[in-house]
């Protein structure tokens, strides 16, 4: 069975700019959650999608968005680019809100300059 | 606050050796523990849980204890090889936040030959 995967692996923005992210989860999980990592605030938490519907959100800025489509997909958007958000982001598939295990991908390295 | 952390930013051990890497957390609400192996490159991978009313539980080499008296966690991993190095992360939950995970900062552990 595949694990979760994320894409792009690698991603280059300028302040100001907006970018998406987008993660699979595994086959059958219909949980996703965010979180973003950076060598200064470690692992945080972003947001984490249910059937198509954010169940629990984070404390981060309005900037940072999610969603998730019928087939469980899930992308996250960040919008108004900020130094600061140059970071690791994560994406982890369980199999439903109720289940333990967090299954995470190899993230996606954002770098904003 | 609501926080995971690590007692020691580094650990540095011999192969072969018991590892112990310790985690104090500050929720006396968390009711699930995890600990988490992250290599460098890649994301978070599950190594070993446990539910708040357990005091121990082993794995393959590993081994999780909890003290809610203290609120402390440890991972002990034994006859360590080289294959061991990475950060690991200990997470809490609680049915407070949900499925969110709250991480610690990590433990870089370095194994050498």
Redesign the interface.
């Known amino acids: 069975k595949a694990g979760?995967t994320q894409t792009p692996r690698y991603l280059i923005k300028t302040r100001g700019q907006q970018v998406t992210l987008s993660c699979s989860p595994i086959s059958g999980h219909r949980?996703v959650?965010w979180?973003q990592q950076t060598p200064g605030q470690?692992?945080?938490?972003l947001f984490?999608y249910f059937s198509e519907t954010q169940?629990?959100k984070?404390n981060f800025p309005g900037r940072f968005s999610g969603r998730q489509f019928s087939n469980s997909r899930s992308e996250m958007n960040v919008s108004t680019l900020e130094l600061g958000d140059s970071a690791l982001y994560?994406c982890?598939s369980?199999l439903d809100?109720s289940s333990?295990?967090?299954?995470?991908?190899?993230?996606t390295r954002l770098t904003v300059l | 606050g609501e926080s995971v952390g690590l007692h020691l930013p580094t650990l540095s051990v011999q192969e072969g050796d018991n590892s112990i890497i310790n985690c104090a957390y500050s929720n006396s609400a968390s009711d699930?523990f995890?600990w988490?192996k992250q290599e460098s490159?890649?994301?978070?991978?599950?190594i070993i849980?446990i539910r708040s009313n357990m005091d121990k539980r082993q794995g393959q080499r590993v081994t999780v204890l909890l003290n809610k008296t203290v609120k402390h966690l440890s991972l002990q991993i034994a006859a360590t090889q080289p294959g061991d190095s990475a950060v690991y992360?200990c997470?809490e939950r609680s049915a407070q936040?949900?499925?969110?995970?709250?991480?610690?900062?990590?433990t870089t552990l370095s194994v050498s030959s």
């Open positions: 979760v949980s959650s979180y470690g692992l945080q938490f984490e169940r629990n984070g994560l982890a369980s809100v333990d295990e967090q299954f995470f991908g190899p993230g | 699930y995890i988490y490159g890649k994301g978070p991978q599950f849980d992360f997470a936040a949900g499925t969110a995970l709250i991480f610690g900062k990590g």
